[in-house]
Every structure is written in C-alpha cells, then in structure tokens.
C-alpha cells in the first residue's frame, strides 16, 4: 500500500490526485485519460475527493477540477485518519467494558474431588475444615447416603460438625425422616438441644446430600453406585452462581419440611414418616 494509501485514499482517488497534480485542472474526462480511471467511475472518484476538501471544483462548463496544495492535502487526510483513530478507541474502550464483566461471568468454577466414606477420618477432616471457613450461613442437606446408612456409619461424623461451627453462623440442617428413625433415642434428644444459632427440620422429599456455604461455596456428597449407604467422596466447588442456585433449592425444600421438635413428639417409629408427611402437606 502507498503512503497515500495509508492516509485513507483507494487506488483511483490516488491516481486522480497525483493526474490533477500534473494537470492543474482539467475536466473529468482529461482526468480520466490521464489516471486510466474509468469514465464510469470518474464522477465519483472526483466528487468523493472534492467533499474530503482534497481536489476543488470550480464551476465552469464543464465543470474542471483542480488539486489541493499537497501539504493541506495530506494535513486534511491525516486529520481524518486521527478522528477516525479516535472513534475506532471509543468503540474498542467500549466494547472492553462490556466484555470484562461478561468474560468474568463465564470463569470456570474451581473444584475438587476427594474420596470420603462414611465415618472416614477424611470426611471427618473435610468437614470440619469447611465449616470452620463459614462467615455467614450455613445450609446443610442429608440424605442419601446417609438416609440409607446405618447410625454408626456416619456417628463420628456428627460431632465435628457442631465443635467446628462458629456462634455467629446462622445454620440450617435439613435431614431425611429415615435419619431420625435410625438415629438412636437419646442421639435424637441430644440434638434438640442444638445450640440457638442452629436450625433443624426433617422431610421426606430429599433426594440428595449437599452443602452450601456462605452462598458461594458447594459440596455435594457422591453416593457409592454400588451401595446406596456408602459415600462415593466429596466434590467441593467454589461457584457463585451454583451456591446460589443450590440455596434456592435448599429454601424451597426448608419452607415444606417439619421442625424436628415437631416430628419427635411421635415416638413411633411409622409416625415419624407420616408426620413428616403431614407436616410437609
């Protein structure tokens, strides 16, 4: 590309302003002879340069055409190149705003998987080492595996969870009505006396285990496949969005179950289902 083709002019406006230069003024068609532009395109090669202030037409019959000084020539052009440099940043600025926040949306979540049973010194571990983390909330959902798991498979696991928690940590544990009548009498009576900032409720819908934390962190418990009271291990995710999808879920189920202090009443071990049930209802 030439020097003034950089500056914003095409092949035949270059051509019809270098002929001009040699010609003085002269009419289209003597332009068009000596550029080798084209009759068909003369017109408005010429006009397209005398509207940028780069050749000047002067009313005669026909009407002739003239160049501009070179040196306003190329001033005038270089002038059109910085407004257009400078439109060309405000939309670049623009669009950069725009697509900082959108590409920040879409980061990927960062997560990690750790093999967990039931009772294991590592879930115990994990356990303790996220709720200790909690600043704000806690949303805590059991179901399977523990649902189907007998009482001294996940006992060890139930301690921790209260000595790792912090007095200003608004809990919320929402467990399977088949924990309850698992879980031995006394345990169930221990547990009413949770501490004030801790809530408890039981139903009969939950169909997985999850926590979510702060509402921007998630563990979802992975049951064994090929044993419904076995946990396959832990998958710790730190999202925003997902903690806040799970949290709408968690609520939903919350504002359906029955408050543990409810569902004990009955000591029977059928009525506890079907008082959740009602309950629930």
Request: charge should be negative; aromatic fraction near 6%; glycine fraction near 6%.
């Amino acid at each position: 590309m030439s020097d003034l083709g950089e500056l914003g002019l095409s092949s035949y406006e270059e051509k019809v302003y270098r002929a001009l230069l040699s010609l003085g003024s002269a009419t289209a068609q003597e332009v068009s002879e000596a550029s080798d532009v084209p009759m068909g395109r003369i017109y408005d090669v010429l006009n397209g340069l005398d509207a940028r202030d780069v050749v000047r037409s002067q009313s005669t019959e026909p009407t002739t055409y003239a160049a501009v000084d070179p040196e306003e020539a190329v001033e005038r052009l270089l002038e059109e190149r910085r407004r257009e440099l400078s439109a060309r940043t405000d939309r670049y600025e623009a669009i950069a705003a725009e697509i900082g926040p959108e590409l920040a949306a879409t980061k990927p979540a960062e997560s990690r998987f750790w093999s967990a049973p039931l009772g294991s010194e590592t879930a115990v571990s994990l356990e303790r080492d996220l709720f200790a983390t909690a600043g704000d909330s806690i949303r805590s959902a059991m179901s399977v595996p523990y649902a189907e798991a007998p009482w001294e498979r996940y006992e060890p696991e139930v301690d921790p969870f209260y000595a790792a928690l912090d007095d200003g940590v608004e809990v919320r544990m929402l467990g399977h009505a088949a924990m309850v009548e698992a879980a031995p009498p006394d345990v169930v009576a221990d547990t009413l006396d949770a501490p004030p900032n801790v809530s408890l409720r039981v139903t009969t819908d939950l169909e997985v285990t999850f926590d979510v934390v702060d509402g921007n962190e998630v563990c979802f418990h992975v049951p064994h496949p090929l044993d419904s009271g076995e946990r396959l291990g832990v998958i710790h995710v730190r999202d925003a969005a997902m903690a806040g999808r799970l949290a709408e879920v968690f609520d939903q189920a919350w504002a359906a179950a029955a408050p543990l202090s409810a569902v004990v009443e009955d000591e029977s071990e059928g009525a506890v289902v079907d008082g959740v049930s009602d309950l629930d209802g």
